[in-house]
């Protein structure tokens, strides 16, 4: 009689980080459309086809699920910033495609905006047991504090400009601008993402930005 033959554990392997990453992108999704609290692992588990159980084998509660969506949300835009090779670019060149990139992924991915919005909610109370997010983000803010240095030795940006202020005010003109397109649609009665009104946000944003760092 023929014998069993073992599974390879590298097939085991690669199928575990398959469901984790099915999981991951379910979650994504039902956290997306229902926020921490109105999330079901139930639905979760019929999103990704698996059975409920190994959402809590992988992910041990709710809880820590969403901080694995978090980590994940943050690990995607930035390896997407990583592609960009901002420090391969001229330093006003590498400024001008970060705000344009950070404006596009906004729009392309709605789903972080409102993952952000539902941790600012619970204080990023997730975030603050991350062992990760900030070995994460960490880069990006190196790799534009060596732009500003390159741009001011140049003599095209003026000094004295905090890398971290300047990338929060790059995020928050477009991700302000995003999240609260329908209200402030609604209160000044215009469509803020027609064709045209998003083609003149970037270009405001952009000419904010750049008129910030830029030496007179």
């Known amino acids: 009689m023929t014998s ?3 599974a390879d554990p590298r097939q085991r392997s ?3 980080d398959r469901t984790q990453a099915e999981i991951l992108l379910a979650a994504r999704d039902e956290f997306a459309e229902y926020g921490l609290g109105g999330a079901r692992v139930d639905r979760i588990a019929e999103r990704a086809k698996v059975n409920k159980r190994l959402i809590y084998y992988y992910f041990q509660n709710k809880e820590a699920l969403f901080l694995a ?3 994940a949300a943050y690990d995607d835009i930035r390896a997407a910033e990583r592609k960009l090779h901002l420090e ?3 330093p006003a060149d590498a400024v001008r495609k970060l705000t344009e990139f950070t404006w596009e992924y906004y729009l392309a991915h709605p ?3 409102t993952l952000l919005n539902s941790e600012n909610l619970h204080r990023a109370r997730h975030l603050a047991q991350s062992d990760n997010v900030q070995n994460v983000n960490s880069p990006l803010i190196e ?6 240095e390159r741009g001011r030795a140049a003599g095209v940006f003026r000094g004295g400009v905090d890398p971290v202020q300047l990338y929060v005010s790059i995020a928050a ?3 302000f601008y995003l ?4 209200t402030l649609s609604s209160a000044f009665g215009r469509d803020l993402l027609s064709a045209k009104a998003k083609a003149e946000r970037i270009s405001h944003i952009n000419e904010v930005i750049m008129g910030y760092i830029l030496r007179d």
């Open 88 to 90: 391969h670019l001229s």
């Open 14 to 16: 690669r199928d575990a």
């Open 143 to 148: 790799t534009l504090a060596g732009i500003l």
């Open 69 to 71: 969506v978090l980590e």
């Open 179 to 182: 999240s609260n397109n329908h």
């Open 4 to 6: 069993d033959v073992t």
């Open 111 to 113: 789903e972080f905006i």
């Open 173 to 175: 003109l477009s991700y």
